[in-house]
């Protein structure tokens, strides 16, 4: 196995890793929080702990966290396997694209079922009371990753077809 060196590593590969640990980063920050356009609902919420308020991907659900592991993993890889010719050949870059396409219809999904992580009469109470249940930056940020990535793996694929094209 040839060694790893740093300088031999893509601007797309670092792209991935950076995707990956951005990713990562949007684990710890808010995914979902609760608001309320009334002021005295409002204040009620400013009272509760923060962790009834706002909710980190850990605690947001499966379809918080997992597809940020779906971006990480792979951005990992390409950084360390990615410039190992035989890894590339055997579909590295065509596995990344796959990981990312996958945790950004993951997130999407975790989009439009926000709301299914609250029980029916939470999300009642939440109704009745004007409480609005909202986006945080995390989701936008994983987002912002998954796309970055899915792009940037989209990019490698072609860069391979040609490699491979050259060398017959």
């Not at 009334?38 to 966290?65: K, M, Q, S």
């Amino acid at each position: 196995m040839p060694e790893f060196a740093l300088k031999k590593v893509t601007w797309r590969e670092w792209l991935g890793l950076a995707a990956g640990l951005l990713a990562l980063v949007a684990l710890f920050l808010p995914w979902t929080t609760l608001t309320a356009a009334r002021p005295e609902i409002e204040d009620v919420l400013t009272t509760l702990p923060a962790d009834d308020v706002t909710r980190d991907a850990w605690h947001a659900g499966f379809l918080a966290w997992a597809p940020l592991f779906l971006l990480f993993l792979p951005g990992l890889a390409v950084v360390l396997f990615g410039r190992v010719d035989a890894v590339r050949r055997a579909g590295l870059p065509h596995l990344w694209l796959m990981a990312a396409i996958g945790a950004l219809l993951l997130i999407l999904l975790g989009w439009v079922t926000l709301d299914w992580q609250f029980s029916a009469d939470q999300r009642g109470i939440f109704s009745a009371a004007g409480v609005e249940i909202g986006t945080g930056l995390g989701r936008y940020l994983g987002l912002l990753a998954a796309v970055v990535s899915a792009v940037v793996a989209f990019f490698d694929v072609r860069v391979l077809r040609a490699e491979t094209r050259t060398r017959r």
